[in-house]
């Protein structure tokens, strides 16, 4: 990147609810918030903002973990088009069952992201989910047609989740047991879905996208000081 070339933020959203697993939203935090700090010297301007959303001003995480929620939900949802990266993590499914069901607004949320029309600017914008984090994906109605994982013991649950809110008029939901997958574009081009495996899984899939925005080498410098020997994708 030269000298006089603008510098690119990445404004990445962290969708939080109480019980959310805690890995699976911290991983990708760690790994967005090394690329912001220790700005690699061959590519020093690309960057990562990070917020966190949630419908209350604190969340406690997986039982354990206070959080002070940067954003609540109903502002995310005013201003859902300043995000370009939508993190969604997991939990158990006594916590993300009753989500799917009542048709939360967090499941709002992402169907309100996922819908984002393609910008002229084309600023590329994701939608993350860690391990069962992708029941509410499922639940949002987005996931007709692509290859997706989870957690390997909720492969069934979500192809259920899948068919019982995704789009008759599309090919089902291919739900495959992978570490992490890039499952491509929603309709309209303008939204990239990746999903991940259970909790460390998320790691692997946050360098991948670290590499996709920035360049393979940011993706080596940060993994290298985290020292995590990340598990990259097969093509």
């Not at 993350?128 to 492969?155: K, N, P, W």
């Not at 090919?171 to 047991?177: A, D, E, I, L, R």
């Not at 692997?204 to 080596?220: C, G, H, K, N």
């Amino acid at each position: 990147m030269s000298a006089t070339a603008k510098k690119q933020y990445y404004n990445a959203g962290v969708l939080l609810f109480p019980g959310a697993d805690i890995l699976d939203f911290t991983g990708p935090m760690e790994v967005l918030s090394h690329v912001l700090h220790n700005r690699n010297p061959d590519d020093p301007d690309r960057m990562f903002t990070i917020r966190s959303i949630a419908q209350s001003t604190t969340i406690r995480a997986a039982n354990a973990l206070i959080v002070q929620v940067d954003t609540t939900l109903d502002h995310a949802l005013e201003n859902i088009s300043e995000y370009d990266i939508l993190v969604v993590p997991g939990g158990p499914p006594s916590v993300l069952q009753p989500m799917v069901d009542a048709n939360v607004p967090e499941v709002e949320l992402i169907r309100n992201f996922a819908r984002l029309p393609r910008t002229s600017s084309q600023r590329p914008r994701l939608l993350f989910s860690v391990c069962t984090g992708a029941f509410l994906l499922g639940a949002a109605g987005i996931l007709s047609g692509l290859t997706v994982t989870t957690h390997h013991r909720a492969i069934d649950t979500l192809r259920d989740i899948c068919l019982r809110f995704g789009d008759r008029s599309e090919p089902p939901t291919n739900v495959v047991h992978k570490r992490y997958i890039d499952g491509g574009y929603l309709k309209g081009n303008a939204v990239q879905v990746f999903t991940a495996g259970g909790v460390s899984s998320g790691l692997d899939a946050s360098f991948y996208i670290v590499r996709q925005l920035t360049t393979p080498e940011m993706a080596t410098f940060v993994s290298r000081l985290m020292e995590y020997d990340w598990t990259e994708l097969d093509e």
